[in-house]
């Protein structure tokens, strides 16, 4: 995570959020934020995607991921519990 940003990376960060919201009103994110330890904090996005290759292809247009701000890799999911609202899809 980038703490005590320069100016370039504030604007990167500001293109990854953009990025987030624009995959929002897509459909495809369905949650995104960052832990919130003092040290060691990382962030998380899950999303859909139709397979393997589209799912790499979404998180390596993060511009933050583009610009090598975030390190970011792949993990399949699968949702074994969740509340109402958020059941298989």
């Given at each position: 995570m980038v703490t005590d940003a320069t100016p370039d990376e504030e604007r990167i960060v500001g293109e990854h959020v953009r990025y987030l919201?624009?995959?929002?009103?897509?459909?495809?994110?369905?949650?995104?934020?960052?832990?919130?330890?003092?040290?060691?904090t990382f962030g998380l996005t899950v999303f859909e995607a139709d397979d393997e290759a589209r799912a790499r292809e979404v998180m390596e247009q993060d511009p933050g991921v583009r610009a090598g701000l975030f390190a970011a890799s792949l993990h399949p999911y699968a949702v074994t519990v969740a509340r109402d609202g958020l059941e298989d899809r």
């Open positions: 919201l624009a995959l929002k009103e897509r459909g495809i994110l369905i949650i995104a934020g960052r832990t919130q330890e003092s040290v060691g």
